[in-house]
């Protein structure tokens, strides 16, 4: 598991390690440089000429630490002081000083000049308003230089808790970064600043920070290759769950092809699609797989029935907006009695009808609305939604206790006392029409085979992108169809098997 800290968690650590475990402030920043140092060495980046811009907090004294080191070294090195004198911290003041002792040069403007290494330590995890004026210009300056360019802790610009750029950012070739991941690091846009993302163990103890439940986490291989539900060799179809699909309304057979044939490549032992009559021959044709049940208007007995035969139920994908499909959620939202995902128009038909949402049965639901649908739900316009989207995913998780599934290029799993599940995996190859009715089928055929719901949404994200990276590196970035996504499941959960067979 990766924990991923936002500013405040990786601040109190610091503090943690300096107060409770007498490590110095100054040692861990020596040790930080050091990190630095030895990273632009193993990648052989040309030391001809190094600029560090320094801001006047600790980071800055981070680059400072880092000029002395490769002074020693012999480099020619050049500082440039870009905060104000009298707000330096303590440590940036001593590493100013030995920098001096070191005889480096140092500036408080930039100067144009051939730098092979452009070092930015202007701010660190400290950062918390938009950068303007001086800081501004000195960030264009930087990010203009031809040399290789090395982020100090996290690219300046970049907000450590949410990834957003504060009007301008350092554009780094490589970030290296503290002792743990920074949440900002890897959502967008900050992740599109970060370079390759080098973390180093510089001796803060994180340990009671990561224990605690807000601390956000991503998953690896090993995590999944745990999470996945057995598959014992005396198994029979009955044995992985019969999973009802109610999916697909005139002209949109093809969400429930997808989400179908999804939950049977994840696992599912029977798949039946409840679907319009008119989708009846082209399911059968695409998918003969599947057992297709059909309606010709709102029939209570034959959903009652199929209900009834179903382990777990996937609802909404290219349900259409009808009164015939209002009818068939609110049967669903009353009579169920078995772990429900609702999707898409499921989501826009819950949204149409707030007084429904009494009847989300406790714990029982997972939601995958992406933004607009997550906008129609909760009231809230969207871009104040991307602006809070942890707080929105928390307290909607909350207050209609279910797992919620945020989609987005980097999707966030939530639910009441869990932790912020966020997904590294996936590609913009994957923005495509059919790629969320795919997802939830394959969160369908995990919730079907026994995974409770919050670990079958967060595993069903991560394989969804897994899946996605493999189709793309198959097919690039922009031909992938969402039955690739599909198709591609296949090896991507045949990687995690190999793995776990290899340990
Ligand atoms: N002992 C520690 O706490 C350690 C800290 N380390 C480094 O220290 C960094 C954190 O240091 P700090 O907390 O001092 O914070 P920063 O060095 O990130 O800078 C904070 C300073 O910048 C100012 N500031 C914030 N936003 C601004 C803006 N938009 N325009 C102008 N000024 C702005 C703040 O008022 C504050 O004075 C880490 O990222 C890491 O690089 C490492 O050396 C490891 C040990
Ligand atoms: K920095």
């Avoid at 059919?434 to 995974?451: E, F, H, P, T, W």
Wanted: proline content about 2%.
């Amino acid at each position: 598991m990766q924990y991923l800290l936002n500013a405040e968690q990786m601040k109190s650590a610091d503090s943690h390690t300096i107060q409770d475990l007498g490590v110095s402030s100054r040692t861990l920043m020596e040790r930080a440089a050091a990190a630095c140092t030895d990273y632009i060495e193993e990648q052989k980046w040309p030391l001809t000429h190094v600029c560090i811009v320094c801001g006047s907090g600790n980071n800055g004294g981070d680059g400072f630490a880092i000029g002395s080191i490769l002074k020693e070294k012999g480099c020619q090195v050049t500082a440039v002081f870009a905060g104000r004198m009298t707000s330096r911290t303590e440590e940036c003041i001593y590493q100013m000083d030995q920098f001096k002792q070191c005889g480096g040069t140092l500036l408080t403007e930039w100067q144009d000049n051939d730098y092979s290494i452009v070092i930015d330590a202007l701010f660190g995890v400290g950062l918390n308003r938009e950068i303007t004026g001086h800081y501004l210009e000195m960030l264009q300056h930087m990010n203009m230089s031809s040399g290789r360019k090395l982020a100090v802790d996290i690219p300046s610009g970049i907000s450590a808790t949410d990834g957003r750029v504060f009007g301008e950012a350092f554009q780094a070739d490589a970030t290296v970064t503290f002792q743990e991941r920074k949440l900002g690091l890897f959502l967008f846009s900050g992740a599109l600043y970060t370079g390759k993302v080098c973390v180093t163990d510089i001796g803060i103890d994180s340990f009671t920070v990561k224990e605690q439940l807000d601390t956000a986490y991503a998953l690896e291989m090993s995590d999944i290759a745990k999470l996945l539900p057995e598959r014992p060799p005396y198994a029979h179809k009955g044995t992985f769950g019969k999973l009802l699909l109610i999916a697909g309304s005139s002209g949109m057979a093809g969400a429930a092809f997808l989400s179908a044939c999804a939950a049977y490549r994840m696992g599912a032992g029977l798949v039946r699609i409840y679907t319009t009559e008119d989708n009846r021959s082209i399911l059968q044709q695409l998918i003969p797989e599947a057992i297709i049940t059909t309606y010709t208007e709102y029939d209570k007995a034959s959903l009652l029935s199929v209900l009834e035969w179903a382990d777990a139920v996937c609802i909404g994908s290219g349900l259409g907006r009808s009164d015939v499909a209002d009818l068939i959620v609110n049967t669903v939202l009353k009579e169920i009695n078995v772990p429900c995902l609702i999707d898409a128009d499921g989501i826009n038909i819950l949204a149409a009808h707030p007084e429904w949402k009494d009847q989300l049965a406790e714990g029982n639901y997972v939601l995958t609305p992406h933004l607009k649908e997550l906008s129609r739900l909760t009231g809230r316009p969207v871009n104040e939604i991307q602006m809070h989207r942890r707080e929105v995913l928390e307290q909607t998780a909350r207050t209609l206790d279910v797992t919620l599934v945020q989609k987005d290029a980097r999707t966030f799993v939530g639910a009441k006392g869990r932790r912020m599940y966020v997904n590294l995996t996936g590609n913009a190859a994957m923005a495509k029409a059919g790629s969320g009715d795919v997802l939830a089928g394959i969160i369908g055929g995990l919730m079907v085979q026994g995974c409770d719901n919050y670990d079958a949404a967060v595993l069903g994200v991560y394989l969804h992108g897994l899946a996605g990276d493999i189709a793309r590196n198959e097919m690039g970035c922009y031909s992938v169809l969402a039955r690739d996504l599909a198709d591609a499941l296949g090896s991507a959960i045949q990687m995690t098997e190999n793995w776990k067979a290899e340990k």
